[in-house]
């Protein structure tokens, strides 16, 4: 895979490439120092994913949501490439907001993720695909608030709102059903079940996985 990482730092940028060149299964096209190079990098290299910091001073963009709205331009002029937002903070206010106009190809990472290659590597592997990846530890936060203030009926069970912390992760079915020790069969029926209760119709446009986790936060 052909990447280009943005961030203003360098050391940053650096630790990113060398971490990315290292696994052998990503090729840095190229480092970039702020959201308006980034445009032009994708112009000129190319690349199938973009990882870029979601503040960036300078360029054409909202300040301290200048990675965001690169990535939206960056998906809506290059439809096919995927774009890894790295945080640092994990108010869910940032996440929805990359995600507003729909999930597919997106992934919002928090930046002490950068450390740990096979978290990184499989954001940027989900979003070359077309899948999207929210930080688990966004999930985590937001899951406990939301139980302590909740007192709706049609709330999700406990049981389905694990397999929503897991779907956060990136897991697949089979790979939720390995963590929580349940059969793949019982992790489909969750799935399905967390699918109808927030009201997430099957769409091309929409990961819906993503979505529910979104959604369930949301509401």
Known sequence: ?????????????????????????????????????????????????????????????????????????????????GVVVLSQFSDALYAFELFKHGTEGFAYLLKDRVGDLEELLGAVRAVAGGGSVIDPKVVEGLLARR????????????????????????????????ALHLSVSAVEKNVNSIFMKLGLESSPDTHRRVAAVLAYLGA
């Open 1 to 81: 895979m052909r990447v280009v990482v943005a961030d203003d730092h360098y050391l940053v940028r650096e630790g990113v490439r060398r971490l990315l060149e290292t696994s052998g299964e990503a090729v840095v096209a190229g480092t970039v120092g702020s959201a308006g190079e980034l445009l032009d990098a994708m112009r000129r290299l190319r690349p199938d994913v973009v990882i870029t910091d979601i503040r960036m001073p300078g360029g054409p963009f909202r300040a301290g949501f200048e990675g965001i709205d690169a990535a939206h331009r960056v998906r809506a002029e290059h439809a096919g490439v």
């Open 147 to 178: 139980a302590v203030r909740s007192d709706r009926g049609e709330d999700l069970t406990p049981r389905e709102r694990d397999v929503l912390r897991e779907m956060a992760h990136g897991r697949s079915n089979g790979g939720i059903a390995r």
